[in-house]
RNA sequence: GCGCCCAUAGCUUAAUGGAUAGAGCAUCUGACUACGGAUCAGAAGGUUGGGGGUUCAAGUCCCUCUGGGCGCGCCA
């Protein structure tokens, strides 16, 4: 079998792990940033050349003597100030795309660390999904891919918005109203909160019942308890449906919604004065968190619990009952510095030990044509089947759902970025339509190749000639798709994966006009049909793990 | 006032402290009537917001200034 570990090790780890041998220390082997200086640069000689006053050349030479790399390599090459350069056979490369098609995990390195809690979505109930959900619910979804893929037990959480004092307004409305909740979808709801609100806001005598409806809801009141969790079930189908129009992976077994914590609020308050930790302050109960000013409020003057409670109980929940050993948040940048407070309490806690990884990723906000945060005229949070729609009305379910990942993902997600279809759905350039149009161009080739009998076999596939340079470029590029994966699942950027995709699918169109397939004979057909299943089957593999479907005929 | 984030070509953007800052869009020029032209090849376009500093080497690290976004106790 051709997928032993040393096989499975990528051309860089085996460059970087002779280099390391014969240095002694970190060889910073790195990509090339150019084509003319070869696969792999090595820039430790400039380093170690003025840490011992010595010309980095010299360090260089002197390097290359101490090892033999022969059999990867062509011969090295020192250049400008004292680069090593170099360039790996064809056949080296040959045999690791060859090597990366017979492997079920595409080359893909498998750690599983312990379970990853991915904390994303997160809508309200009685509310349709808006623009507000749209970067949470794509961002986790690609890391819930990602992870998995890489080897890791994934745990969603969706936490949604299922508890709090709108449940008194709407639910003594729907009692006024004497709505049947069996006959009420999502929209409908979001409507029935409009109403109650306005109720709320014009009539001091519904807000008193609405006040009290709250507290028989707190009190487990049946009838009242029944209207609650007929909204959340309702609310339920109307995300669900959100979720299978978007083809993100989240489902109703996902869902761990703030009410599920409810129980645990007493004791974490009680746990954290019993260590000293929270102090009443202005009749709250807080705690102070060094280098920021205002503190965790877990108990508010008037007695209830809010956000940071909640949250804290879910961490231990995670931790405690779900083994978690890496926490994920996605949420928009706004929130960062109440997660980080909210991690740092739990570290003085001792709920969030060092073994324990936290970390919240925030993104920039979604914009409309303006440039400001996208809201409807009357300055409400757009939809999210509205953008949706808006997308769809300039290509197709499958090509706009991918141009809206795509351009959510392609770029740093700190960054805000302007809700433009036209420029999303854009089939050149650097767009998931482009994507998408190379798998399916390449899925054209194979199948035609099918049809004359040439099935190309995945396990036993024989690259046999890399002599064009587009064949070359391509098959370095197919070799480094494991590490683009694996180091996505450990920054969480999913642009740089966009990054990866993207360049490939550049190689494949250069490949693809320079290097005739069908037309070719014998080895080198073989060879390049080869090259071109083990391409269709990273940009398909690649594409999954960014949630974007990768079709075969467009 | 304190804190976090951002600033790269006309526009959208990439770049583990490494060589001449790399792409896409738009613009201009080419490509055997095309294994899918939804493509490819090429040209032009940059004082990386300003100024200091560290380093053999800075878009990247440190300081400072400017401009923009956001957050700062009982909402999430």
């Given at each position: 079998?051709?997928?032993?570990?040393?096989?499975?090790?990528?051309?860089?780890?085996?460059?970087?792990?002779?280099?390391?041998?014969?240095?002694?220390?970190?060889?910073?082997?790195?990509?090339?940033?150019?084509?003319?200086?070869?696969?792999?640069?090595?820039?430790?000689?400039?380093?170690?050349?003025?840490?011992?006053?010595?010309?980095?050349?010299?360090?260089?030479?002197?390097?290359?003597?101490?090892?033999?790399?022969?059999?990867?390599?062509?011969?090295?090459?020192?250049?400008?100030?004292?680069?090593?350069?170099?360039?790996?056979?064809?056949?080296?490369?040959?045999?690791?795309?060859?090597?990366?098609?017979?492997?079920?995990?595409?080359?893909?390195?498998?750690?599983?660390?312990?379970?990853?809690?991915?904390?994303?979505s997160?809508p309200?109930?009685?509310k349709q999904m808006h623009?507000g959900h749209l970067?949470?619910t794509?961002?986790?979804?690609?890391?819930?891919?990602?992870?998995?893929?890489?080897?890791?037990?994934?745990?969603?959480?969706?936490?949604?918005?299922?508890?709090?004092?709108?449940?008194?307004?709407?639910?003594?409305?729907?009692?006024?109203?004497?709505?049947?909740?069996?006959?009420?979808?999502?929209?409908?709801?979001?409507?029935?909160?409009?109403?109650?609100?306005?109720?709320?806001?014009?009539?001091?005598?519904?807000?008193?019942?609405?006040?009290?409806?709250?507290?028989?809801?707190?009190?487990?009141?049946?009838?009242?308890?029944?209207?609650?969790?007929?909204?959340?079930?309702?609310?339920?189908?109307g995300f669900?449906?959100t979720?299978?129009?978007?083809?993100?992976?989240?489902?109703?077994?996902?869902?761990?919604?703030?009410?599920?914590?409810?129980?645990?609020?007493?004791?974490?308050?009680?746990?954290?004065?019993?260590?000293?930790?929270?102090?009443?302050?202005?009749?709250?109960?807080?705690?102070?968190?060094?280098?920021?000013?205002?503190?965790?409020?877990?108990?508010?003057?008037?007695?209830?619990?809010?956000?940071?409670?909640?949250?804290?109980?879910?961490?231990?929940?995670?931790?405690?009952?779900?083994?978690?050993?890496?926490?994920?948040?996605?949420?928009?940048?706004?929130?960062?510095?109440?997660?980080?407070?909210?991690?740092?309490?739990?570290?003085?806690?001792?709920?969030?030990?060092?073994?324990?990884?936290?970390?919240?990723?925030?993104?920039?906000?979604?914009?409309?044509?303006?440039?400001?945060?996208?809201?409807?005229?009357?300055?409400?949070?757009?939809h999210l089947d509205?953008?949706?729609?808006?997308?769809?009305?300039?290509?197709?379910?499958?090509?706009?759902?991918?141009?809206?990942?795509?351009?959510?993902?392609?770029?740093?997600?700190?960054?805000?970025?302007?809700?433009?279809?036209?420029?999303?759905?854009?089939?050149?350039?650097?767009?998931?339509?482009?994507?998408?149009?190379?798998?399916?161009?390449?899925?054209?080739?194979?199948?035609?190749?099918?049809?004359?009998?040439?099935?190309?076999?995945?396990?036993?596939?024989?690259?046999?000639?890399?002599?064009?340079?587009?064949?070359?470029?391509?098959?370095?590029?197919?070799?480094?798709?494991?590490?683009?994966?694996?180091?996505?699942?450990?920054?969480?950027?999913?642009?740089?994966?966009?990054?990866?995709?993207?360049?490939?699918?550049?190689?494949?169109?250069?490949?693809?006009?320079?290097?005739?397939?069908?037309?070719?004979?014998?080895?080198?057909?073989?060879?390049?049909?080869?090259?071109?299943?083990?391409?269709?089957?990273?940009?398909?593999?690649?594409?999954?793990?960014?949630?974007?479907?990768?079709?075969?005929?467009?």
């Amino acid at each position: 079998m051709a997928c032993d570990n040393q096989g499975m090790k990528s051309l860089q780890q085996l460059l970087t792990d002779r280099l390391t041998a014969a240095l002694g220390a970190d060889p910073e082997l790195r990509p090339s940033t150019k084509p003319q200086f070869g696969h792999y640069q090595c820039n430790v000689a400039l380093r170690l050349g003025a840490a011992q006053g010595r010309p980095p050349r010299q360090v260089a030479e002197q390097l290359l003597a101490q090892l033999n790399l022969d059999d990867l390599c062509l011969p090295p090459q020192i250049a400008g100030p004292g680069f090593i350069n170099l360039t790996i056979k064809p056949e080296v490369l040959a045999q690791a795309v060859g090597d990366e098609l017979a492997d079920p995990n595409c080359g893909i390195p498998q750690v599983d660390a312990g379970p990853v809690v991915v904390d994303y979505s997160a809508p309200n109930v009685a509310k349709q999904m808006h623009v507000g959900h749209l970067r949470s619910t794509i961002i986790g979804d690609c890391f819930v891919r990602v992870l998995r893929a890489s080897g890791e037990t994934v745990i969603p959480q969706n936490h949604i918005g299922d508890w709090g004092r709108q449940f008194g307004m709407l639910i003594e409305q729907i009692n006024d109203e004497q709505l049947d909740l069996d006959a009420l979808d999502l929209a409908g709801a979001e409507e029935l909160y409009l109403r109650a609100n306005a109720h709320l806001n014009a009539d001091s005598d519904f807000a008193d019942r609405a006040r009290a409806r709250v507290v028989a809801l707190q009190g487990g009141d049946p009838a009242t308890l029944a209207s609650w969790q007929a909204l959340i079930d309702l609310s339920a189908v109307g995300f669900a449906q959100t979720y299978q129009r978007l083809g993100v992976l989240l489902t109703t077994a996902d869902l761990a919604g703030e009410s599920s914590y409810n129980q645990s609020l007493a004791g974490i308050c009680a746990d954290l004065e019993a260590r000293g930790l929270a102090e009443i302050n202005d009749g709250a109960l807080v705690v102070f968190v060094d280098g920021y000013d205002a503190p965790v409020i877990l108990r508010n003057s008037a007695g209830g619990y809010g956000y940071d409670v909640t949250d804290l109980a879910a961490l231990r929940q995670r931790i405690d009952d779900l083994g978690a050993k890496r926490l994920i948040y996605v949420t928009d940048a706004r929130q960062h510095e109440h997660f980080m407070k909210l991690f740092a309490v739990a570290r003085m806690a001792g709920w969030l030990p060092e073994t324990v990884e936290a970390e919240h990723v925030g993104f920039g906000m979604v914009l409309g044509p303006d440039g400001t945060p996208f809201k409807t005229r009357e300055g409400t949070a757009v939809h999210l089947d509205d953008l949706l729609d808006q997308a769809q009305a300039l290509a197709s379910e499958e090509v706009a759902i991918a141009a809206i990942k795509y351009a959510d993902l392609s770029t740093q997600l700190q960054k805000d970025y302007v809700f433009d279809p036209a420029r999303m759905t854009a089939t050149t350039g650097d767009t998931g339509p482009y994507l998408q149009y190379a798998h399916a161009r390449v899925s054209s080739i194979l199948r035609r190749a099918e049809a004359d009998g040439d099935v190309v076999d995945d396990a036993n596939a024989q690259i046999s000639v890399l002599i064009e340079p587009a064949e070359q470029w391509l098959a370095l590029s197919l070799t480094r798709f494991p590490e683009a994966v694996a180091d996505v699942a450990g920054s969480l950027t999913p642009h740089k994966l966009c990054g990866y995709l993207y360049d490939l699918a550049s190689q494949l169109s250069s490949f693809y006009e320079q290097c005739p397939v069908l037309k070719s004979q014998g080895p080198t057909r073989t060879s390049r049909l080869a090259l071109c299943r083990a391409t269709q089957r990273v940009l398909a593999i690649g594409l999954n793990l960014l949630g974007i479907r990768a079709p075969s005929v467009m």
